[in-house]
Each structure stands twice: as C-alpha cells, then as structure tokens.
C-alpha cells in the first residue's frame, strides 16, 4: 500500500540558497520544455524529451547542478499537466493552453527513485539530497519499518518553511474487507451540520470566524503596502502564515472526523458530490468551499481502504426530498430543516432523513452479505412503516436502538 508522509525540514541558510538554485533551475527547465512543445507540430513523447536532457547539459551549464532524476520529472511534471487538462476537455470544460511558470508558482523539486537517503547522523535524522546535502529533519513520526521510500517531493511553503514528502510503499496485502459488515453508516455532510450520520450523530461545523478576521485583517495590510517593497514582503509572509494557519486547522478537524468513521464502522455510506461544481455554483459559494467536502470524502475514502473499511459513494439526487420510510418525494425549500412526509406522517430531521436515505443506497450498491444469526432490523425505529425494498439488514443488535434514540432526542 501507498502513503504519503510529510516532515518538517530545517536547512542553513546556505543550504536554504542552494534549494532554492535548484527550484529555480527546475522551474526555467520546464519554462524551456514547455516553449519547446509549443513550437513544434509534432507530439514528441515524454522519454524522447528526456533524451535530449544530456545534450542539453553541454550548453546550459546550471543543468549539470542538479540531479539527472529531478530534472526528468520537471518534464514528466509537464506530461502529467497536459493530460489533466486533456482529460478536462474531454469532460467538457473550457480549457486553455499551459503557462510559464513564475518563480512564485513553482516551489518544489522531486526526487524519484534514486538520489536521495535517510539518515542518522551523530544521533540525528537527516536527509541526504545528492548535489544539496544533508538537512535535519525532525521526524515526528517514525515510517514504517517495511516500508520503501519511493520518491521525495522537497517544497518551500509561501510562508518560507521547508517540507519534504516521503511517497512510501509498505511491504504488506491489501487488507479484505468484512463479507458481512457489523457496524454501518450513512453520512450526509452540509454547512449548518457539517455532518449528521444514521447514529444521531449531528458533528457541527468548526468555527474559523477568528482565522478568517485575522487573514482578512492581514490582507488589508498587505493592500496599503507598496509592491515589492521590504514592508511588502515582510506583510506578504503574514498574509501566507494566516492562510497555513486556517489551513492546518481545517485539514486537522477533516482527518480526525474521517479517522473516526474509518476506524469505527465496517461501512460508511456518503453521497458521491461533485464538490468543485457545487463551489461554483452562485450564492454561499464561500462557506460551500470552506466546508472543503471534496477533501473530507478523499480522505474518507482511503482511510477506510487502510482500515478495511467498505466506502460507498451513492448518487445524491433525491437524497434529501425522498421519504426515508415510505420513498415518497417531497420538495422542501433550503431553509426548511424539517422532513416531514404527506404519505406516512414521517417527520425527523431533513438531514438524518437523507443520511438514512444514503445508507439505503449504499447498502443495494454494495452488494454485501448479512449475518444470519440477528434478526433483520431496519435503520428506521421500530415503529416506522418501511417498505420492504427499504429494509437495511445488518448485523448489529443495537443499530435499531441507536437509531431510535436519536429520534427521540
């Protein structure tokens, strides 16, 4: 199995001049390869681009600096931006033409394959970079001890700290996961909640007011300082600490929540959102993408694959207005928090009602085995009418009184 793990590295000022050569270098490399591409008919294949590499050494001199692995995936940096935004196309959005990359818009370099080595010097970890040295990096936690070490992204943060990130493989079977999975949920992410699942649970959504007010304080600042001056720059390194400080925080809440679900149920139900279209969508776009739902749900999903996990993304359309008892469909405005159907007189929460409506849809996609040692129950209270196609079989005893206590509540 794949990880990426991500350290904090704390390199001299000479070492910090020499990284920032070698960006340069990388980034006036793809600039060069990326002109070259735009000028010929031809498509010329990205090894055929990396054979002239050598060539090109003989007259551009800052080549023969850096690693022969790093700049090869300068060029396989630019392949991998071509077919995202042929990909894009074909899915029919409006795309242009890649740009040449400013020095602040390229920051990092990749070590692949080689090139590159842990190491404990005089009782300290460092890493060793061919052609930059060794740099102390502070392992605050340890990789795994059958795991390879892949690849090595060293990147300057706009706050002007350092990390490097370990691409590992670890030396172990993909884990199965339960034929008949014991503890199941349904998932329905939002802005007022940012989660209700089918256990009662309403996870409210955290409050970055105080973040927000510092950044945007910060960035009033920055406006009145003329551009490009000390002051400028100095403002410039406040403005990007406050956006990594909201951003730590964000992500800190979104991989505790995910670790949670991962580790607690055998399958986790959620909608399968296009979170992106849902951004740009007019109206409340900021809070929609500060709820980062597209980062919860990938990081949902390969959590519960580490965790054998069942992760099941159902189709959204209807989750809400559909009677999670009866199946009947009821439009209900934004503002309209309750469900409550004409058909069956079923009223709950219109967030729990499409989270138990997600867990319906997930448990029929997914195809799973039940145990046949409980009794069937439904994700419903027991004194709800369902409808046969709607009946959640699982194995858990105390699914059914769960459910129904949250009601009540």
């Given at each position: 199995m794949q990880y990426n793990y991500k350290y904090?590295?704390?390199p001299s000022k000479a070492l910090t001049e020499t990284l920032l050569h070698h960006v340069d270098t990388c980034r006036q490399l793809y600039n060069h390869v990326l002109h070259l591409l735009n000028k010929t008919d031809d498509n010329p294949a990205r090894y055929e681009i990396q054979g002239r590499?050598?060539?090109l050494k003989t007259w551009?001199?800052?080549?023969?600096?850096?690693?022969?692995?790093?700049?090869?995936?300068?060029?396989k940096r630019i392949y991998d931006n071509l077919s995202t935004l042929k990909a894009q196309k074909e899915n029919g959005r409006a795309v242009g033409m890649l740009k040449w990359k400013p020095p602040r818009e390229y920051r990092s370099l990749t070590y692949n394959q080689s090139g590159f080595k842990l190491k404990n010097t005089s009782g300290r970890?460092?890493?060793?970079?061919?052609?930059?040295?060794?740099?102390?990096?502070?392992l605050h936690r340890d990789i795994p001890e059958n795991a390879t070490i892949k690849q090595v992204t060293v990147?300057?943060?706009p706050t002007g700290e350092w990390f490097a990130t370990f691409g590992i493989d670890v030396d172990e079977a993909t884990p199965e996961k339960p034929e008949t999975p014991e503890r199941v949920v349904g998932i329905d992410v939002g802005i007022l909640k940012y989660a209700h699942d089918t256990d009662g649970y309403a996870i409210e959504s955290p409050d970055f007011s105080d973040e927000r007010e510092r950044l945007e304080r910060a960035q009033r600042n920055l406006s009145r300082k003329e551009h490009g001056s000390a002051n400028w720059e100095k403002q410039r390194r406040v403005v990007a600490e406050r956006h990594a400080d909201l951003k730590r925080k964000r992500r800190d809440f979104l991989h505790k929540l995910s670790n949670y679900y991962a580790t607690e149920y055998d399958l986790v139900a959620v909608e399968d959102l296009d979170a992106k279209g849902l951004v740009e969508l007019p109206g409340n776009s900021r809070n929609r993408a500060g709820s980062a739902w597209g980062t919860f749900l990938r990081m949902l999903e390969y959590k519960c694959d580490r965790e054998r996990t069942h992760f099941i993304a159902v189709d959204p359309?209807?989750?809400t207005k559909e009677c999670a008892a009866c199946g009947v469909?009821?439009?209900k405005p934004l503002w309209v928090r309750e469900h409550s159907c004409p058909a069956c007189g079923f009223e709950v929460d219109r967030d729990a009602n499409a989270a138990w409506n997600i867990l319906s849809r997930g448990l029929e996609d997914v195809g799973v085995g039940y145990s046949e040692s409980t009794p069937v129950e439904t994700a419903l209270p027991v004194d709800?009418?369902?409808?046969a196609k709607r009946v959640v079989e699982t194995g858990s005893p105390t699914l059914k009184e769960r459910t129904a206590s949250a009601v009540s509540e």
């Open positions: 904090r590295l704390d590499l050598p060539d551009w001199s800052d080549l023969g600096d850096v690693h022969s692995k790093v700049l090869q995936m300068v060029v970890p460092v890493l060793w970079l061919s052609k930059i040295g060794e740099i102390p990096i502070p990147k300057q943060e359309k209807d989750t469909k009821t439009d709800t009418l369902v409808s």
